[in-house]
């Protein structure tokens, strides 16, 4: 009674191979994975910056009581980078207490 594998001419060193093979074709599978991945990932910011989050349109930067706030061109919504929102609340605010003062007499 014969080994099926010796008997095809399918040894234990063609096994051997064809293991290697699996091993590295997994691993440039794996690589091209990580390169598709990385290029959908630049692809994907680059049709986004500077668009407005809502409808996608083109912002635009605009100067609003000496802050700077990107404004949408299609659906005129508001972006505030970090920190602006803060510094246009606190000017108002400073406003609003003068506002107050000059009425207040
Ligand atoms: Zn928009």
Same mark, same amino acid.
């Given at each position: 009674m014969s080994n099926l594998t010796e008997s095809s001419g399918y040894s234990h060193e063609d096994a051997r191979f064809h293991e290697l093979d699996a091993k590295a074709l997994a691993s440039m599978r794996t690589q091209l994975d990580a390169k598709r991945a990385a290029a959908a990932a630049v692809a994907a910011k680059v049709a986004h910056w500077?668009? $407005?989050?809502? $409808?996608?349109g083109e912002m635009q930067e605009q100067s609003f009581e000496n802050v700077s706030i990107d404004q949408c061109t299609s659906c005129k919504g508001v972006y505030f980078d970090s920190g602006e929102l803060e510094l246009l609340l606190s000017h108002s605010k400073a406003r609003a207490g003068l506002m107050g003062r000059l009425f207040s007499r």
């Open positions: 500077l668009r $407005c989050p809502k $409808c996608g």
